[in-house]
């Protein structure tokens, strides 16, 4: 543990260089009466998970540090479902459902908290199962405003209904959640087809993928070289049938390999042996996430722009990666929660590092990054907000971009449920 009592011990390194003002774990009624009563509008809570964000810690802020007193993890095994408390990472959610041979819809990395499921949660199974928040069953937690909630789907009434929609991908804005229920599914056996490939291939592979049943994901990453995932969960003789056809077209590309796992669990992306990108302490980084559609005629036009992108990045650690939605996820209607873009196919990151005590670095690869956005937006416009970056400019848009039609609707729910911003404002 580090020495300095105002320094937080978490994944992201931004967060845990931050001098935050202090770190609480529990939520007490002192939490909404008295401290916040007094602050200004810039001196907001900031609530850690995972702690994979560069906002779960910033300086001269408060953190509540959600892993200690909210990490119990219960399953109901009869029901197929799990509650978890808002603290609690992937990885020992997993662990847990590994154990009953269940598994849940988690993204590329077991590192992220609940951060991960109320921002929506992208998974290479979503395309089956849906995103982390189509499996949302139940929540628990404390709006801005410090009212306990306890909001079951299956029996909201008129008011909480909107509200329930509004804490399924933008719950960051409105309340601390303390334990959320989670739909499992049984495990099944997943064939992975990886390897490094080269432009040309990428956009065939690409091509291949916009074309795939829901049993199919594929995941890239462009940094200095290209390394793509295909994904294909197992779970009948039709899934066997479906994925040994894809493999006949992907013989092709001699320098994939193909690996077969027992479960979902056993699976790790982009591993730091594959020497992928710089895993640097010594960096700071941010994170956007893009959202889009079929590229369809444009991929040779993608993945060119792509290849100027990585050329120009200015840290070696500077990377985009993207992973595939679409099949279940287009299926829920665009109402039934605040992540709208269910048209969205691909789900691009950028992600910006630069060494943490260079502000002149900082400021060159945060050009950077807002430069790929903009090259990126004609290819994905949208936005998924896993991140928030109300300390960059980029915030105003990135909120807009996400939420767009919505954006009203959620400004009420803040006004009504966090009027004094007490969490990160909009
Ligand atoms: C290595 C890696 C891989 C990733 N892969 C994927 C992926 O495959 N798919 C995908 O969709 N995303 C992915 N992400 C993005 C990640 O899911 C989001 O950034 C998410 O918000 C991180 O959550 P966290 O709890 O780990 O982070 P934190 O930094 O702890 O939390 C982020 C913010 O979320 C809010 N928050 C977290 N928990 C709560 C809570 N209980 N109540 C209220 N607010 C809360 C807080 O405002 C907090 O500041 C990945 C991130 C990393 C670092």
Redesign the pocket.
């Given at each position: 543990m580090k020495k300095n009592n105002n320094l937080l011990e978490?994944?992201?390194i931004n967060?845990s260089d931050a001098q935050v003002k202090s770190l609480i774990y529990k939520i007490g009624d002192d939490l909404f009466n008295s401290h916040y009563k007094s602050s200004s509008k810039s001196e907001y809570l900031?609530?850690?998970?995972?702690?994979?964000?560069s906002?779960?810690a910033r300086n001269g802020l408060i953190t509540l540090d959600?892993r200690k007193e909210?990490n119990h993890i219960h399953l109901d095994e009869e029901r197929n479902l799990i509650k978890i408390g808002?603290?609690v990472?992937m990885k020992d959610l997993m662990n847990v459902l590994e154990n009953y041979n269940k598994t849940f819809p988690i993204?590329?990395?077991k590192?992220?908290?609940?951060?991960?499921i109320?921002?929506?949660?992208?998974?290479p199974m979503s395309r089956r199962y849906g995103l982390a928040i189509d499996n949302i069953e139940s929540i628990k937690?404390y709006l801005g405003n410090g009212t306990f909630i306890s909001l079951e789907k299956n029996n909201l009434n008129s008011t909480q209904k909107l509200l329930w929609e509004g804490l399924k991908g933008a719950?960051?804005f409105l309340?601390?959640?303390?334990e959320i229920g989670l739909k499992i599914f049984q495990s099944h056996p997943i064939q992975i087809i990886e390897g490094f490939v080269d432009d040309n291939e990428l956009s065939k592979i690409i091509n291949l993928a916009e074309g795939f049943p829901e049993n199919l994901s594929l995941q890239w990453i462009y940094a200095e070289d290209i390394y793509i995932y295909i994904f294909a969960e197992i779970k009948n003789d039709s899934d066997k049938k479906i994925t040994k056809n894809y493999l006949k077209k992907i013989e092709k590309f001699t320098s994939l390999k193909i690996k077969s796992y027992e479960n979902y669990n056993q699976i790790n992306f982009f591993p730091k042996e594959l020497e992928l990108f710089e895993l640097n302490k010594n960096n700071h980084s941010e994170?956007i996430?893009l959202l889009g559609g079929d590229l369809k005629n444009n991929i040779h036009s993608f993945v060119k722009c792509m290849k100027e992108i990585i050329h120009d990045k200015p840290n070696r650690s500077c990377y985009v990666a993207s992973?595939q939605l679409g099949g279940k996820t287009k299926e829920y209607d665009p109402k039934s929660s605040f992540f709208i873009h269910r048209k969205s196919t691909w789900?691009p990151w950028i992600y910006a590092a630069w060494k943490k005590d260079d502000i002149k670095e900082r400021e060159t690869v945060l050009n950077w990054m807002n430069e790929s956005w903009n090259k990126l937006k004609i290819f994905f416009p949208k936005i998924?907000l896993?991140?928030?970056h109300n300390h960059l400019n980029s915030h105003e848009e990135e909120v807009y971009l996400s939420f767009e039609e919505r954006l009203g609707e959620l400004k009420t729910l803040k006004n009504i449920y966090d009027p004094e911003s007490i969490?990160?404002p909009l």
């Open positions: 978490v994944p992201n967060s900031c609530v850690c998970s995972g702690g994979t964000t906002s779960c959600l909210y808002g603290g990472i993204g590329l990395s590192l992220p908290g609940a951060g991960y109320l921002t929506g949660g992208i998974s937690g719950a960051p309340a601390i959640i303390t994170v996430s992973q789900k998924h896993a991140q928030i969490l990160p």
